[in-house]
């Protein structure tokens, strides 16, 4: 079975931090609202594995839990 | 010119049961003549199980409601006798489109499987339905067949005892009593024999109006199932064209939760509405408009003592993906045979609780489909929008958001699972055919493999031997002999075989699979009949 990938995996993490934001530039909330609602899908495409999904589901649950500014 | 739905079909008629000092006893009584009554009751006279059928009206549904009849249950049609009249009435489609705003994102074909006799879906009115389910009614009683439909016949009482149900009928000329051995109720979704019982009917209430308007139009729209979210005529919700035979097309508009009902039906109202959908210019006649609400709900137990609820009087799914007609089918289908068996004294009365394992199971696989189909289509949340959106504007460009749009997934037959029924299984033998699933239907010689299933118990051998008949304690076992080659196309020995040599299946007599092997062990054959009927 596969296993989420949670240790660091981007190459050139600053670029692709630099690319997102890039895309989002000049667009309104809603605009970006949606761009990343079919971000996530075009990237849960790829991965495919509704388990490596549901783990990635949890992961990102679990560090909103962990934000203590907003416990 | 008067309309078949406008029509007494069965109209009340003095039955002797009246000018009886005692109430008379019946085997089976079934409540409700809508489709799914009368296919019970069909099903029992086939057998020679006397049944009556009490309706409170006397005609077939009002409006088309139900029109959308997915493959199994014309299967199960074609066992009943009037699979033939539905396949040639209705209207066959494939094609759809969807709609998101002013723009078409995809179209699609549904591709039906080949060596198939019967089509993926038909569309027809449920009022046909029905007059073709009384049609083959009054064919079995002039035949000789023990079926008396009782129009203008209201149960307005029931006492369901253990040993037998006692009711009281309301008819023109005034209350008679009857009891029966057992009760079928299919008296649908607001089931008055559930409420007189006392019984729940709990599940979820989606906040959502719907307006169903059918008009008559002779319109250049080809057979296509086009869906429209968020359409520039119906901003904000939903809207589906559906066409049905005679010309009538099926309109649906999503109208949202705060709305006047009685002002939405009238037609100085739909017709506007209407119109901003198909165009200033186009020419139509109402047929029929309703404003309904829907649930995704069901009974806790299916089977209560000797009364045993089948259709919309036992689960309530939302019309996207056709599940209620043709799992109200599937339910009689599953129930009478055990029924026949537990009357004829051959098998224990608990077989009947299998009916409600293996009917909730699809009820909850139903209800779970039509919630997730109304989540998509209409958005309980502004996050929730936000995705159904961003699927949507994504299936315009690629291919791989299309299978994420849900419009309604449409009526596939539940494998029985875990059924307690189910017998023994074989790894190198197909998924798709394994002990609980509905037989898939193939080529076969001249005909299809369907019409040689059914009603019986019966042992399929493809490529195998095995005795031509096997008596199990009263229950009669008949080989069907079948070969691979008896179907050059291959799809026999794909569906039943996969990368086994040889099978044998024990077909149960609503045409799912019991058990398979690979030989023929009479040891074990006679363990998985006896499982199959409740016997262990």
């Known amino acids: 079975m596969s296993e989420l990938t949670l240790k660091a995996n981007i190459d050139r993490p600053d670029d692709f931090y630099a690319d997102l934001l890039a895309a989002h530039e000049g667009l309104s909330k809603a605009e970006s609202d949606a761009l990343n609602a079919r971000l996530i899908f075009v990237l849960a495409n790829q991965i495919g594995d509704r388990e490596v999904l549901r783990q990635a589901l949890a992961a990102a649950k679990q560090a909103m839990h962990r934000d203590p500014a907003r416990s | 010119m008067t309309k078949i739905f406008e029509t007494p079909l069965y109209p009340y008629e003095r039955t002797k049961d009246q000018d009886a000092a005692e109430p008379v006893r019946h085997p089976v009584v079934v409540i409700g003549a809508g489709p799914i009554g009368l296919a019970a009751a069909i099903d029992l006279a086939r057998h020679d199980v006397p049944v009556v059928i009490l309706d409170e009206n006397d005609k077939v549904s009002w409006g088309s409601r139900a029109i959308c009849f997915a493959k199994r249950p014309l299967e199960i049609l074609d066992r009943l006798g009037c699979g033939q009249e539905m396949v040639d009435m209705g209207v066959q489609w494939n094609l759809g489109k969807v709609f998101f705003g002013d723009r078409k994102v995809y179209d699609f074909n549904l ?21 073709y389910l009384v049609n083959r009614a009054r064919v ?58 006392g019984l729940d009917f709990v599940g979820r209430v989606f906040e959502d109006n719907f307006l169903i308007a059918d008009v008559v139009m002779e319109a250049g729209f080809p057979t296509e199932r086009w869906f429209w979210f968020d359409p520039p005529f119906n901003k904000g919700q939903s809207a589906l064209l559906h066409k049905q035979p005679d010309n009538v097309w099926r309109i649906d508009l999503q109208l949202g939760w705060d709305i006047d009902k009685e002002k939405e ?49 036992a689960h309530q799914v939302s019309p996207f993906g056709a599940r209620g007609a043709n799992s109200g089918l599937q339910d ?15 098998v224990p009365e608990t077989l009947l609780d299998s009916y409600d394992a293996e009917r909730v199971h699809a009820a909850d696989e139903n209800i779970l489909n039509s919630s997730r189909s109304t989540d998509f289509i209409t958005p309980k949340s502004d996050q929730s929008r936000i995705f159904r959106d961003a699927v949507l504007d994504l299936a315009e460009h690629f291919e791989f958001a299309r299978p994420i749009v849900n419009s309604g997934r449409l009526s596939v037959p539940a494998t029985y699972d875990g059924s307690p029924l189910n017998g023994p299984d074989v790894d190198e033998m197909p998924r798709r055919t394994r002990p609980g699933a509905p037989a898939v239907d193939a080529p076969v010689g001249n005909g299809w493999l369907l019409s040689r299933l059914g009603d019986r118990f019966q042992l399929m051998t493809i490529d195998a031997e095995a005795p031509d008949r096997i008596d199990v304690s009263g229950i009669e076992v008949e080989r069907l002999e079948l070969s691979a080659k008896d179907d050059p196309s291959g799809a026999l020995a794909e569906r039943y075989l996969g990368d086994a040599q040889a099978g044998i299946y024990l077909m149960r007599p609503d045409q799912h699979v019991a058990a398979r092997w690979t030989k023929f062990n009479e040891a074990e054959l006679r363990s998985a009949v006896n499982t199959a009927t409740g016997r262990i």
């Not at chain 2, 901003?276 to 995704?296: H, N, P, R």
Request: glycine residues 8%; charged residues 30%; negative net charge.
């Open chain 2, 140 to 197: 079995l009683e002039a035949e000789g067949k023990p079926i008396n439909l009782r129009g203008g016949s209201k149960v307005t009482a029931v006492d369901a005892k253990d040993d037998g149900v006692l009711m009281t009928v309301e008819t023109p000329d005034g209350p008679y009593r009857i009891i029966a051995d057992w009760v079928i109720a299919c008296d649908g979704a607001g089931s008055p024999v559930r409420s007189m019982m």
């Open chain 2, 332 to 346: 009689t289908d599953n129930l009478i045979w055990k029924l026949k068996l537990v009357m004829e004294g051959k």
């Open chain 2, 265 to 313: 039906k009238k037609p100085e109202n739909v017709i506007p509405r209407l119109k901003a959908m198909l165009g200033e210019d186009a020419k139509f006649e109402l047929e029929w408009v309703s404003i309904y609400t829907f649930q995704c709900r069901r009974m806790e137990k299916f089977r209560h003592g000797r009364v045993i609820f089948a259709g919309d009087a």
């Open chain 2, 111 to 131: 591709l039906p499987e080949e060596g198939h006799h019967r089509p993926a879906f038909i569309n027809l009115q449920q009022y046909y339905f029905e007059e």
